[in-house]
């Protein structure tokens, strides 16, 4: 499908048709979004004031990250990893490949 994703003030993500024919209203944040992102996937991902980030995928929110502070900005690279930058000035990554996990501090 050809479209584009928005993110709004009004708590919500919209897609739209190239032609401007707005196609569906994810809603599931609870304050501002500031930063939307499309994978090749087809999944949409969201963050915002609500300090979460939502992942989309046909109209339904498939997963939510729970994040320190607001979400300012999303993008992802070539590998389909998110990059999810925050109010605390810090960014994130989060991938679905288990061989390039970070598992945290192992003594």
């Keep these: 499908m050809n479209a584009f994703a928005s993110c709004s003030n009004d708590e919500t993500v919209k897609l739209w048709s190239l032609d401007g024919t707005h196609l569906i209203d994810y809603r599931g ?38 994040m320190p502070k607001s979400v300012w900005t999303i993008t992802h690279n070539k590998f389909g990893d998110l990059l999810i930058g925050c109010e605390d000035k810090t960014i994130r990554t989060f991938t679905r490949d288990i061989a390039r996990q970070d598992h945290g501090d192992e003594f």
Excluded: N, P
Aim: one cysteine or more; proline letters at 0%.
């Design 29 to 66: 944040h609870s304050g501002f979004v500031f930063a939307v992102d499309t994978l090749e996937t087809g999944e949409i991902v969201s963050g915002g004031d609500d300090c979460t980030v939502k992942l989309w995928k046909d109209g339904l929110c498939k997963q939510t990250i729970q």
